[in-house]
């Protein structure tokens, strides 16, 4: 239906009052190019320097009566806008209550949705310079920002995108497990500050692999979040009553590989020594693992001997040895018997003297700081001390061999390929892999 309705417009006017009087015969000319449905009844009269006009017009729909005076307070703004005009005071179209918007002479008028739009693109600009990987010809620098981006991935992604990254890491399938190659920085279980876990994409896992009608699938042991490598999942209650049996029992063979920073003496052995967790004071205090050997040497260093082992602490044994090396590093492979938490951590860094790169929690005993390394070794990663808290921790599942579940008493063995941070760290420092071994 028709409605008559009386527009008056404030313009924004140069000293020229022939441009002015183009102002509102635009307006009316994009009305027409828009297709809007209105038939004028007044045309604008020559318009004088700040001057107001009347302008009446008959509207055959309401969406073109809404559209005219927010072009005209547009075109306006935009005359403001021009360099080396007179500016002076601007009021915005009057609406049906009588309402006009004032500011003083000299002053831009700020909208609320250019200031919105304004904010919206400074932080994608923003987020977009955080996300950004700066091409530098410095190999250090571009060391550094591989390193930091790869310890970023999978830890803010959709879980139907980490769900599937798992499903294509599959290592092993049969009719009650599944084996996944788990990828560093993701946790298995949820915390505060969590955003994805692989506890919570387990549902999603199990309709990729078994479809929509499947069970959820179930975790059978747990990797901590900065290692990587094989680890299982059971596609039943039952089947995971029976994989936790095992690990139970030390039916499951586990053998991990890590890059350690220093030489094992001697080159294969098994330590023994027992592992009990103890609350670091400090300037940052904290709890870590920590040893609590059974045997002590006496003042003079002559004689060993035997103390009360103390009641919180777990015992703990880990079989090892050395697969290559150089000079200041080396691939060792380790076998824990007992699965006492950060065990492989705490026995190479406290009992062996070997800490594994990039193991910022245990390089020092009392105080949290990123793990220090010599010149030699950082100039061979290419790294600065300073850039050295971003080194994924070098730890490793290889291989895991248990009784088949399914199949009765075949047994099972599956193993993982290394990621290439890994492989990566064991060409700079020139470590080659055993002749059998496949990466």
């Known amino acids: 239906m028709a409605a008559r309705i ?23 000319s994009h009305l027409s190019r828009t297709g809007a449905d209105w038939v004028p009844r007044g045309q604008p009269a020559v318009l004088t320097h700040g001057s107001v006009t009347n302008v009446r017009c008959l509207f055959k729909s309401t969406g073109a009566a809404a559209q005219f005076p927010r072009r005209i307070q547009r075109q306006g703004a935009a005359e403001k806008e021009t360099p080396n005009s007179d500016r002076e005071s601007v009021r915005g179209p009057e609406t049906g209550r009588g309402s006009a918007a004032k500011t003083g002479k000299g002053v831009k008028k700020l909208k609320a949705v250019d200031l919105a739009h304004r904010l919206r693109r400074e932080k ?7 996300r950004k990987i700066v ?5 250090v620098l571009r060391r550094v920002q591989e390193l930091r981006q790869f310890t ?6 959709h879980p139907n995108v980490l769900a599937k990254a798992l499903k294509r890491g599959i290592l092993y399938e049969d009719q009650e497990l599944i084996a996944i190659n788990k990828p560093y920085g993701v946790p298995v279980h949820g ?17 990729m692999t078994g479809g929509m009608g499947a069970e959820p699938l179930h975790l059978c042991h747990r990797l901590d979040k900065e290692t990587t490598g094989a680890m299982l999942l059971a596609k039943s209650e039952e089947s995971a009553d029976h994989i936790h049996h095992l690990f139970k029992t030390h039916q499951v063979v586990k053998k991990y590989w890590v890059l350690c920073v220093g030489v094992p003496v001697p080159s294969e052995g098994v330590i023994d020594i027992p592992i009990i967790e103890r609350e670091v004071s400090g300037p940052q205090p904290h709890f870590k693992m920590s040893l609590a050997p059974v045997f002590r040497l006496s003042e003079g260093g002559e004689s060993v001997t035997r103390v009360r082992p103390s009641r919180e602490s777990h015992q703990a044994v880990t079989r090892y040895r050395t697969l290559a090396s150089t000079g200041t590093s080396a691939l ?23 800490q594994i790169l990039g193991d910022h929690k245990y390089a020092h005993n009392s105080k949290l700081a990123p793990q220090k390394l010599s010149e030699g070794f950082l100039r061979r990663l290419g790294l600065v001390q300073s850039k050295a808290r971003h080194l994924p921790l070098h730890l490793h599942a290889r291989q895991l061999t248990f009784p088949g579940v399914a ?7 599956v193993s993982s390929p290394l990621p290439k941070f890994f492989l990566t760290s064991l060409k700079r420092l020139k470590i080659e892999l055993p002749g059998k071994e496949e990466p």
């Open 124 to 130: 994608r600009e923003e987020d977009v310079a955080k």
């Open 332 to 354: 060792v492979e380790l076998q824990p018997v007992t699965g006492v938490k950060h065990q492989i951590r705490v026995h190479m860094s406290l009992g062996l003297g070997c």
């Open 407 to 413: 199949g009765g008493h075949q047994e099972v063995t």
């Open 135 to 139: 091409k530098s010809d410095s190999p």
């Open 6 to 28: 009386w527009t008056r417009a404030w313009v924004l006017l140069s000293s020229n009052s022939a441009h002015a009087t183009s102002i509102l015969r635009k307006t009316f």
């Open 191 to 207: 915390g505060p500050g969590v955003k994805n876990n692989i506890g919570e994409v387990l549902p999603i896992l199990a309709k």
């Open 152 to 157: 970023l991935q999978l830890q803010k992604v």
